[in-house]
C-alpha cells in the first residue's frame, strides 16, 4: 500500500486496516465469523469513539465508496467493518450465535440495488 493509508487525524487506525477495510459485505461478514473475540474487542473498542468523527469526515464525500479517495475508502471499509461487527457486542456480548446453524461460506450476497 503506498501513500496515505487513511485520511489526516486517523492515521492510528492504520493497524486495523488489513484485516477489517474490506471492500465487500461477504468478505465483512466472514472476517467477523472467523476472527478471534479478543481482536474483534478490540477493534470494536478502538472504533468505537471514533466512529462519529470517521461518519463525520465521509459526509464531506459523495455517498459512493467506489468515488472516495483511496484514504476515505479505507476509512469507510473500516466504518462497515466496524458495524459488522458491534452487534457481537451491543446485542450479544458473544461471538454470532447464529453461525452453528448454516456454514457462512454458503451465503451470497447480491450488489445493492439487485433483485435478492
Known amino acids: ?31 467477523r465469523v472467523h476472527s478471534d473475540m479478543g481482536l474483534i474487542g478490540e477493534f470494536y473498542k478502538t472504533l468505537s469513539p471514533r466512529i462519529t468523527a470517521m461518519l463525520t469526515h465521509l459526509e464531506a464525500y459523495p ?16 466504518a462497515l467493518s466496524f458495524m459488522e461487527c458491534s452487534r457481537i457486542f451491543e446485542m450479544w456480548n458473544q461471538q454470532d450465535v447464529h453461525c452453528a446453524n448454516f456454514v457462512p461460506e454458503r451465503l451470497d450476497f447480491a450488489p445493492l440495488g439487485t433483485p435478492g
Open 1 to 31: 500500500m503506498s501513500g496515505q493509508i487513511l485520511p489526516a487525524g486517523f492515521e492510528d487506525l492504520a493497524r486495523f486496516v488489513e484485516s477489517w477495510a474490506l471492500p465487500s459485505e461477504r468478505e465483512r461478514m466472514l472476517a
Open 63 to 78: 455517498p459512493t465508496l467506489e468515488t472516495l479517495p483511496q484514504p476515505e475508502q479505507r476509512l469507510a471499509m473500516l
